[in-house]
C-alpha cells in the first residue's frame, strides 16, 4: 500500500527564516516522489519531483530512502510561499501508477 | 492556451440523487484524470482515462463512473449521492499521462443535502 505522512497540518515562519515542510512515505517499491503547492485561489501545480533534482522557487527536496521522508526544504522564506504543500508518492507502471497524497502542510511566512 | 475546465463549478444535490461532472483538457492532452479532495480524507485518485479507456482506477466503489469521449473530454457520474460524497472533485490531463505533465482544472464544488 501507498501511504503519505504529512504531520503539521500548520507551519509558521517568519520572512527570512529557513522553512522544513516534512513529508514522510510507506511504499514497498521504488517510489517516485513530488511536492505539489497550492496558492490561495489558484489550481494545484506540480513544485517539483525528485527524480529531477532541481531547485524550483528555492525549494528543494532530497530523497531519504533510509527514512523514507521527502522533505521540503527553502533556507529563506518568502511571503509569496504562504500556501498549501501537499507531498505525493507514486508507484512504478500499472495499477501502482496513481498519485497518493499527503493531507497538506498550510505554511505562512509572516512580514 | 487554455487551461483545463471543468463544469458546474458549484453544484447542490440530494442524497440520493446522481450527478454528473465534466472535465475538458487542455488541447493535446489524451489523458485525464479526477480526485476529489474533502477535508477528512484529503486529496484521493479516483480514475484515469487516456484515450477513451479507463487506465487506472482508486479505492472507491461503484457508484464513482467515468467515461471519455473521442475529442478527450470526460465526464464523472456519481449515483446514489451519500453526505459524505460532499467534495471538491478535480480533474487534471496530461499529454500522456505522466503524473509530473498533469495540469490541474479549477474544481467541481459538490454539496450533498
Known amino acids: 500500500a501507498q501511504r503519505v505522512t504529512q504531520p503539521e497540518k500548520l507551519l509558521s515562519v517568519f520572512k527570512g527564516a529557513p522553512v522544513e515542510l516534512k513529508c514522510n512515505y510507506s511504499?514497498?517499491?521504488?517510489?517516485?516522489l513530488f511536492w505539489y503547492v497550492q496558492y490561495s485561489r489558484q489550481r494545484l501545480q506540480l513544485l517539483l519531483r525528485?527524480?529531477s533534482r532541481e531547485s524550483i522557487k528555492g525549494f528543494t527536496a532530497d530523497l531519504n530512502k533510509g527514512e523514507t521522508s521527502f522533505h521540503l526544504k527553502k533556507p529563506f522564506a518568502q511571503e509569496e510561499d504562504s500556501a498549501m504543500y501537499y507531498c505525493a508518492l507514486t508507484g512504478s507502471g500499472g495499477s501502482n501508477y496513481k498519485l497518493t497524497f499527503g493531507k497538506g502542510t498550510l505554511l505562512t511566512v509572516n512580514p | 492556451k487554455a487551461g483545463v475546465t471543468q463544469t458546474p463549478r458549484y453544484l447542490i444535490k440530494t442524497r440520493g440523487q446522481q450527478v454528473t461532472l465534466s472535465c475538458s483538457p487542455i488541447s493535446g492532452h489524451r489523458s485525464v484524470s479526477w480526485y476529489q479532495q474533502t477535508p477528512g480524507q484529503g486529496l484521493q485518485f479516483l480514475f484515469e482515462?487516456?484515450?477513451?479507456?479507463?487506465?487506472n482506477k482508486g479505492n472507491f466503489p461503484g457508484r464513482f463512473s467515468g467515461r471519455q469521449f473521442s475529442n478527450s473530454r470526460s465526464e464523472m457520474n456519481v449515483s446514489t449521492l451519500e453526505l459524505g460524497d460532499s467534495a471538491l472533485y478535480l480533474c487534471?490531463?496530461?499529454?500522456?499521462?505522466?503524473?509530473?505533465?498533469?495540469?490541474f482544472g479549477p474544481g467541481t464544488r459538490l454539496t450533498v443535502t
Open positions: 511504499y514497498s517499491g521504488s517510489p517516485e
Open positions: 482515462y487516456f484515450s477513451e479507456t479507463q487506465r
Open positions: 525528485h527524480i
Open positions: 487534471a490531463s496530461s499529454p500522456s499521462g505522466a503524473l509530473y505533465e498533469q495540469y
